[in-house]
C-alpha cells in the first residue's frame, strides 16, 4: 500500500520572508569565510580550526559569519515550523534550535589556539569549546528532512533533502574521527579541513531548504 502524502500549509509572507533570510545569511557566511582564507593565509585550512580566524586581524569578520549560521539557522526552523507533522520533525527542530544557540555563543567568546592545552583554556576558550559542541546541525538537518519528505509539497525535494543531509552527517562523523584522543593537533590531523567540508555541507542543507521554501511561498500568491 502506498504511502499516503500530507498537505502542506502554504508558507505566509512572513516564512517567505525567513526563507529568504536563511538564504542570504547562509550565502554571506560563505562568502566571509572564503574571503578570511585570503586574508589570513597564516592559518593552514588543513588544520587548523575555522573558529581561529577570530585571533586574526579580521576576526569581526568571523564573529560576523558565525552569527550569519545562527540567523540562517533560524530562519530555516521558523520557515519550516508549520510543516512538521511528527515527532522526528520537533526533535529535529529542537536539534536545530540548540545548535544555534551553540554557535551563538561561539561568536560571542573567541576560541583559543589551537596550541592551547584542555588544561590551560581561557574561559572564553572554554565558552567557544560548548557553543561548538552543540552545534548538532546535520543530526536536525536528517530528522527535518525525513519529517518533511512526508508533504506533497516538499516530495520533489526528497532525495537533494535526504542526500544532503546525510552528507552533513557524514562530515560530521569524519570530523569526529580525525579529533585525536590526546588532543595534541598537528598539520598531521586534517581536522580543519573535514571541519570545513562539515560547516559547509551544513549551510548546503540550509539554503536548500530556503530556496525550496521561497519557491513554494511564490507558488502560493
Known amino acids: 500500500m502506498a504511502k499516503q502524502l500530507v498537505m502542506a500549509k502554504p508558507l505566509t509572507v512572513t516564512a517567505s520572508r525567513f526563507a529568504l533570510a536563511s538564504i542570504l545569511s547562509g550565502a554571506l557566511f560563505v562568502l566571509l569565510l572564503c574571503s578570511l582564507h585570503l586574508l589570513q593565509p597564516e592559518f593552514d585550512p588543513t588544520w587548523r580550526f575555522i573558529s581561529e580566524y577570530a585571533l586574526g586581524n579580521y576576526g569581526w569578520m568571523m564573529h560576523l559569519a558565525f552569527g550569519l549560521l545562527a540567523v540562517a539557522q533560524i530562519s530555516v526552523a521558523i520557515t519550516i515550523f508549520p510543516h512538521i507533522r511528527t515527532v522526528t520533525g520537533y526533535i529535529g527542530l529542537v536539534i536545530l534550535g540548540i545548535s544555534?544557540?551553540?554557535?551563538?555563543?561561539?561568536?560571542?567568546?573567541?576560541?583559543?589556539?589551537?596550541?592551547?592545552?584542555?588544561?590551560?583554556?581561557?574561559?572564553?576558550?572554554?565558552?567557544?569549546?560548548?557553543?561548538?559542541?552543540?552545534?548538532?546541525?546535520?543530526?536536525?538537518?536528517?530528522?527535518?528532512?525525513?519529517?518533511?519528505?512526508?508533504?506533497?509539497?516538499?516530495?520533489?525535494?526528497?532525495?537533494?533533502?535526504?542526500?544532503?543531509?546525510?552528507?552533513?552527517?557524514?562530515?560530521?562523523?569524519?570530523?569526529?574521527?580525525?579529533?585525536?584522543?590526546?588532543?595534541?593537533?598537528?598539520?598531521?590531523?586534517?581536522?580543519?579541513?573535514?571541519?570545513?567540508?562539515l560547516i559547509l555541507a551544513d549551510i548546503a542543507w540550509l539554503i536548500i531548504v530556503g530556496i525550496h521554501a521561497v519557491k513554494l511561498g511564490a507558488s502560493n500568491k
Open 100 to 197: 544555534a544557540i551553540g554557535v551563538i555563543i561561539a561568536a560571542i567568546f573567541v576560541t583559543d589556539p589551537i596550541s592551547v592545552s584542555l588544561d590551560d583554556a581561557t574561559f572564553s576558550g572554554s565558552m567557544h569549546s560548548i557553543g561548538a559542541m552543540l552545534d548538532y546541525t546535520p543530526v536536525a538537518a536528517l530528522l527535518i528532512s525525513l519529517s518533511l519528505c512526508r508533504l506533497d509539497a516538499w516530495r520533489p525535494m526528497k532525495r537533494v533533502l535526504l542526500t544532503s543531509s546525510v552528507i552533513a552527517i557524514v562530515a560530521m562523523l569524519v570530523f569526529v574521527i580525525q579529533i585525536p584522543q590526546d588532543g595534541q593537533f598537528g598539520p598531521e590531523v586534517l581536522a580543519g579541513l573535514f571541519g570545513r567540508f
